[in-house]
């Protein structure tokens, strides 16, 4: 079975600093997928970044980054120039076509930017 | 913007009572997922369908939840007798494959 795990619980950083967010998963298959989404305080889910497990270059899309270390199966975001706006939960998940077509998700970090 | 509409946004009930639960999935998209979110389990997949038809339940406790998609517009989600347990926020999302998966906002539910 796949799992995900988030070991920080919670994180803050200053407005304008960078933070990284950890995320490890276990799996034994080969082709999968990797996502961090974001949960603001208005619930809604919203993907920041995708990554395929395939592609040896690292996913960025503007201030998120990634950190892509598969054979260490760790897959860490990056959050430059942090805003205000970044405050949520983050959740790390993973897919794969070899099981269920479902998303396994990390418990999630909350993340504060403080001004 | 095309987007997953779930309603109702929120639903406060009494133990015992029904609740019907409901989303339009983005025009297009055939596989459609229910999953729940709590503070101690996290987000679990409840259920899912691909061209309106049940692939995996196996996450719905069967003696009280039912999934549905009645048309390719509308999958309905719902809880008989509902439990105090059963208070989370449940979300809906669509995806043509899934690692393009959109989420609605999500039914908080709370069940007293």
């Known amino acids: 079975a796949q799992t995900v795990t988030q070991s920080q619980p919670e994180m803050s950083v200053q407005e304008a600093e960078t933070v990284t967010l950890s995320c490890t998963y276990d799996?034994?298959?080969?082709?999968?997928?990797l996502f961090w989404y974001k949960q603001p305080p208005s619930r809604q889910m919203i993907l920041v970044i995708r990554?395929?497990?395939?592609?040896?270059q690292n996913a960025t899309e503007n201030r998120f980054s990634v950190n892509f270390q598969k054979a260490a199966k760790s897959f860490s975001l990056k959050i430059s120039d942090s805003q205000l706006g970044d405050t949520a939960m983050y959740f790390c998940?993973?897919?794969?076509?070899?099981?269920?077509?479902?998303?396994?998700f990390g418990k999630g970090t909350k993340l504060t930017v403080n001004p | 913007d095309a987007r997953v509409t779930q309603t109702p946004r929120h639903k406060v009930t009494e133990m015992g009572q029904e609740v019907t639960m409901r989303c339009q999935p983005i025009?297009?998209?055939?596989?459609v997922f229910w999953y729940r979110q709590t503070m101690m389990q996290g987000l679990e997949l409840l259920a899912y369908?691909?061209?309106?038809?049940?692939?995996?339940d196996s996450g719905m406790p069967k003696d009280r939840f039912s999934a549905e998609m009645p048309d390719a517009t509308l999958a309905t989600l719902k809880i008989q007798p509902s439990e105090p347990r059963d208070s989370a926020v449940y979300f809906c999302?669509?995806?043509?494959?899934?690692?393009?998966?959109?989420f609605g906002q999500g039914t908080r539910l709370t069940v007293v």
């Open positions: 025009l297009g998209h055939n596989t």
């Open positions: 799996t034994s298959e080969n082709n999968y997928y």
């Open positions: 990554q395929e497990a395939y592609k040896q």
């Open positions: 998940a993973f897919y794969t076509q070899g099981g269920s077509e479902k998303l396994v």
């Open positions: 369908f691909r061209n309106r038809a049940p692939l995996d």
């Open positions: 999302a669509s995806a043509t494959i899934t690692w393009r998966t959109f």
